[in-house]
């Protein structure tokens, strides 16, 4: 290798390629196309309707971390073929692992949070979604070679916490779908009383309830009159000094 400035037969034929294989942090945006079929829940116009009446999402992923920052990959997530169902088989294997690893679920999750995770009100929640991804090679319309995005890399994977960083999760938990979250505390302030009484009873009585003992006129009492004992509190009942 000469590297000589005025000899590049040496050269690579395609500097601009990223490695086959690269794992690295990316961020999915949708290039709308325009097309809607509301009974499929394409709406929104980002579903692309090819000339052969093939029907995918027209994917951008930029890389987000790491040597090929800012680099970007193209390919497309199938819909819909009137060729069949394997090409949109495909594309929903693949939104599936696109969601696994954004959330920071193993594949073999089926927990009812993790199926939850799993599903979306429609493509706009794919747009801008940040995971973790295998970048592979393919080949454009003329045959030549591209890098593509064919498989997104989950937790289980030993290279996922690296490329994820500080967004990786614990094992199990989901850290994107926030509604998770949410309706566990909302079920869980569902199960409280409208009204929860102190657990315990303070030894402190208030100051207008208590006679100082250096008070000139408190009436003392004779040392043989039997101490009377405070009344009971009452469960639930709010005490008058807090009224």
């Known amino acids: 290798m000469t590297n000589a400035w005025n000899d590049f037969n040496d050269a690579r034929q395609n500097a601009n390629l990223i490695p086959k294989g690269t794992i690295a942090r990316v961020r999915l945006t949708i290039r709308p196309g325009g097309f809607d079929d509301p009974s499929q829940g394409w709406t929104g116009g980002y579903a692309k309707r090819g000339q052969t009446g093939a029907v995918y999402i027209d994917a951008e992923y930029t890389v987000l971390e790491g040597k090929y920052a800012r680099r970007k990959v193209w390919s497309m997530i199938g819909l819909y073929s009137p060729k069949g169902p394997d090409w949109g088989n495909m594309g929903r294997s693949f939104v599936r692992g696109i969601l696994n690893s954004a959330r920071g679920l193993s594949d073999k999750d089926n927990s009812p949070e993790a199926q939850n995770a799993r599903r979306i009100s429609g493509i706009a929640d794919l747009d801008g979604i940040e995971f973790v991804a295998r970048i592979d090679l393919g080949t454009d319309a003329n045959g030549d ?41 909302y079920a869980a302030a569902a199960q409280q009383p409208a009204y929860a009484a102190p657990a315990q009873q303070s030894s402190y009585a208030p100051p207008q309830h208590q006679q100082p003992t250096h008070a000139p006129h408190a009436p003392q009492q004779p040392a043989h009159a039997p101490q009377q004992a405070a009344p009971a509190p009452v469960a639930g009942a709010r005490p008058t000094w807090a009224q």
């Open 145 to 185: 070679e591209k890098n593509d995005i064919r498989q997104a890399v989950t937790r289980d994977h030993k290279d996922y916490a690296a490329a994820m960083g500080s967004l990786a999760a614990p094992m199990g938990f989901a850290p994107a779908p926030a509604y998770a979250s949410h309706q566990s505390a």
